[in-house]
């Protein structure tokens, strides 16, 4: 099988912040996810939490580009 992550820039990127992210999260709650660490609701509450970070991140961006900043 041809590992085509190593061949592409952008999905090494993502895999490195998947590794980071994850032992981020192995440091601080000493473990990797748990699907049993959260009742459904806590899970779709922490999604909608993050979701919003990243609506607040791309809105934050847009409005640097739209002012021309980089």
């Not at 998947?18 to 899970?43: A, C, F, R």
């Amino acid at each position: 099988m041809v590992n085509h992550i190593n061949k592409n820039s952008i999905l090494t990127q993502v895999l490195d912040k998947l590794i980071t992210q994850t032992n981020k999260g192995v440091e601080k709650y000493g473990e990797t996810v748990n699907p049993d660490s959260y009742e459904t609701i806590e899970w779709i509450d922490h999604a909608i939490e993050e979701s919003i970070d990243h609506i607040v991140y791309l809105t934050v961006l847009k409005h640097k580009t739209v002012e021309g900043k980089k």
